[in-house]
């Protein structure tokens, strides 16, 4: 029997903190540490992925065509540019096979406008299982990357049709994989970083769409952007400067994967340039979204 005094139970919070030590609990609102944070997150990577596939059908689930709009959509959007600025302003002059110059454009700066507009609202849009639930954060953002990689590959379907059918398929679109993983990786790692300015920063999500129109106009999806340079005869820092543009080096490595006549036209330092922003934006929005794991769902 428990003599007067005691806490047998370990009610008082002496009592209840060996206890929980004794059996490795922790407080759920303890930032765990990265490598802890990062086997977490691959041990739930199934959810990462029926989370997305859920999401896909949930955006055309309501619509009489259904996933038919996976098809449509890049289809139209590619349809409305190539109209604006192929035909009215006349930026399809001098490159050779423009639409499936255009569609690579379009597919990759989209795949990266989309996870970055979509993933500073993943975790906003989730409060109520943020606060329910005790699992990585990470990855409801990377459920979004996923969801948007889906739609990429449905995508590049209809762009390796239509460059079939006009160049023919070579070896060179085995480069493709990896030009697609190193863009995926970018992606991951900016959308992990919008993801925590927007659950903080909510205005952020006003802001986007004039960075990134801003930024596509900037990339060289609707022309050839040393071609463009060249005939403006724009000076030396503004080429180097947008040489850097990440946006720039992975419609640049894709083109060249597919088309033949891309060569020319090609960035000097495109793949370097790629995977240099890849591997430093994946590890920084890593850490950038860790920092902050403690702090989601609060308030």
């Known amino acids: 029997m428990p003599t007067a005094g005691t806490d047998p139970a370990g009610t008082d919070p002496a009592g209840l ?8 609990l922790s407080k759920s609102s303890i930032r765990p ?61 001098g490159i050779d096979n423009y639409v499936a110059f255009l569609l690579s454009g379009i597919f990759v700066f989209t795949f ?32 979004y990357v996923l969801n948007e990689l889906n739609q990429m590959l449905v995508s590049f379907g209809i762009l390796f049709v239509v460059v079939g059918f006009t160049d023919g398929p070579t070896w060179r679109w085995l480069l493709v994989v990896p030009a697609m993983l190193l863009q995926v990786m970018f ?29 596509l106009y900037a990339s060289g999806i609707f022309f050839s952007l040393p071609g463009k340079l060249a005939e403006i005869d724009a000076p030396g820092w503004v080429t180097q400067l947008l040489a850097f543009n990440p946006i720039s080096a992975y419609v640049d490595i894709i083109r060249r994967s597919l088309l ?19 591997v430093v934006m994946l590890v920084a929005g890593f850490w950038y979204f860790w920092q902050a794991e403690d702090r989601y769902g609060r308030g």
């Not at 903190?17 to 490795?24: C, D, H, I, T, V």
């Not at 086997?39 to 055309?60: I, K, N, P």
Request: proline fraction near 5%; charged fraction near 15%; aromatic fraction near 14%.
């Open 17 to 24: 903190a060996g206890l929980a030590e004794r059996y490795g």
């Open 33 to 93: 540490s990265l490598g802890s944070y990062l086997r977490e997150l691959w041990s739930r990577r199934q959810f990462v992925v029926s989370y997305a596939a859920a999401r896909t059908y949930a955006m055309y689930a309501g619509a009489r065509l259904g996933s038919l709009w996976q098809v449509l959509t890049p289809l139209l959007n590619a349809a409305v540019y190539y109209f604006a600025f192929g035909v009215l302003l006349g930026t399809k002059n």
């Open 112 to 143: 990266t406008q989309r996870c970055m507009t979509e993933g500073s609202r993943s975790l906003a849009l989730n409060l109520s299982l943020i606060r329910t639930l005790h699992f990585p954060r990470a990855t409801l953002p990377m459920a």
């Open 187 to 215: 992606n991951i790692g900016v959308t992990l970083i919008f993801a925590r300015i927007g659950t903080f920063v909510s205005d952020i999500t006003q802001l986007l769409p004039f960075v990134t129109r801003t930024w």
């Open 260 to 278: 033949a006549e891309h060569e020319p036209n090609e960035l000097p330092y495109a793949w370097p340039i790629a995977v240099g922003w890849s």
